[in-house]
């Protein structure tokens, strides 16, 4: 069984900064791509960044030059770390994580439960 944690949200004022962390647990045999989606009250979720398993980084414009992802092999996790965050940035933030398992030919999709992000101005 593969489990995501993730932790890091909280309240923030304007121009703070969070990191958010999700560790992937379980018989993995490896990671492809990680990243990070938000979704705010009454809109539809949307990528914020990801990373492949070779570290090559994509970002959505709105954060680009604000947040940063990063992957830590080792450990399985992924982290984003947010900076100069704004009141639009306020939304629920999950990770999603494409794996594989051992003597199984298949790449599966997982998210993470979520973690609020609330920014104040």
């Known amino acids: 069984q593969v489990q995501l944690v993730e932790s890091g949200g909280g309240l923030v004022q304007a121009g703070g900064s969070l990191r958010l962390s999700c560790a992937a647990s379980?018989?993995?045999?490896?990671?492809?791509?990680m990243g990070w989606y938000r979704q705010a009250p009454g809109k539809q979720r949307e990528l914020v960044a990801t990373?492949?398993?070779?570290?090559?980084?994509n970002y959505a414009d709105s954060v680009k030059g604000r947040f940063t992802i990063s992957r830590d092999n080792a450990k399985n996790t992924v982290y984003l770390q947010m900076n100069s965050l704004k009141p639009e940035d306020t939304a629920v933030y999950s990770c999603?994580?494409?794996?594989?398992?051992?003597?199984?030919?298949?790449?599966?999709?997982?998210w993470g439960q979520g973690t609020q992000v609330t920014v104040s101005s």
């Open positions: 990373i492949t398993s070779g570290g090559s980084t």
């Open positions: 999603k994580v494409d794996f594989r398992l051992y003597l199984i030919d298949y790449t599966y999709a997982y």
């Open positions: 379980g018989n993995i045999r490896s990671i492809n791509a």
